[in-house]
T-cell receptor, first 115, second 115 residues
């Protein structure tokens, strides 16, 4: 079974630039999550999709972050414009059901450095 | 406000001995707890979970204990093996019946097993 795929693996940008991350969840998984993990902290949920609808985006900084999940499969997370404090690992995860406390399968993440 | 706390950033244990990782939480609405393990450059992987209706759950070398009155849980690894060297995250969530199942992660404990 293929795991959660994410790209790119690393990204370095300057502040005020824009960046996009891509995620392909495990086939058949209805729920997709984007987490932000800042160095020294635990992952923090940014947004949760069930199929192509948003379930929870309460912690997404909507003035600069956006995410979409077209056709209920792949997802992209965009930051525009980036700030220094956005430097973090962005993790995508998926789960079979809709409950976010069930077993999540994480991708390897995209490490973003904003200079 | 850190609702899930892992107060030990790192822990070193001799191979073959017991590793004990601790986690404290402050939100009394949390009723489901999970441990995730993370190797460098990889996403977290699910390890073991426990519901608040239980005080112990065991899976092979891994046992999680929950003390609800103390709002404390611990992960025991016996015997510890070199492959257990990783960062361990504790996570907690509330009652899914109230749509409160969003996972809150701790900051992680880096476990090093000494051969």
């Amino acid at each position: 079974e293929a795991g959660v795929a994410q790209s790119p693996r690393y990204k370095i940008i300057e502040k005020r630039q824009s960046v996009a991350f891509w995620c392909n969840p495990i086939s058949g998984h209805a729920t997709l999550y984007w987490y932000q993990q800042i160095l020294g902290q635990g992952p923090k949920l940014l947004i949760q999709f069930q199929n192509n609808g948003v379930v929870d985006d309460s912690q997404l900084p909507k003035d600069r972050f956006s995410a979409e999940r077209l056709k209920g499969v792949d997802s992209t997370l965009k930051i525009q414009p980036a700030k220094l404090e956005d430097s973090a690992v962005y993790l995508c995860a998926s789960s079979l059901g809709r409950r976010s406390n069930e077993k999540l399968f994480f991708g390897s993440g995209t490490q973003l450095s904003v200079l | 406000d850190q609702q899930v706390k892992q107060n030990s950033p790192s822990l070193s244990v001799q191979e073959g001995r017991i590793s004990i990782l601790n986690c404290d939480y402050t939100n009394s609405m949390f009723d489901y707890f999970l441990w995730y393990k993370k190797y460098p450059a990889e996403g977290p992987t699910f390890l073991i979970s426990i519901s608040s209706i239980k005080d112990k759950n065991e899976d092979g070398r891994f046992t999680v204990f929950l003390n609800k009155s103390a709002k404390h849980l611990s992960l025991h690894i016996v015997p510890s093996q070199p492959g257990d060297s990783a960062v361990y995250f504790c996570a907690a969530s509330g009652d899914s019946n109230f749509g409160n199942e969003k996972l809150t992660f701790g900051t992680g404990t880096r476990l090093t097993i000494i051969p």
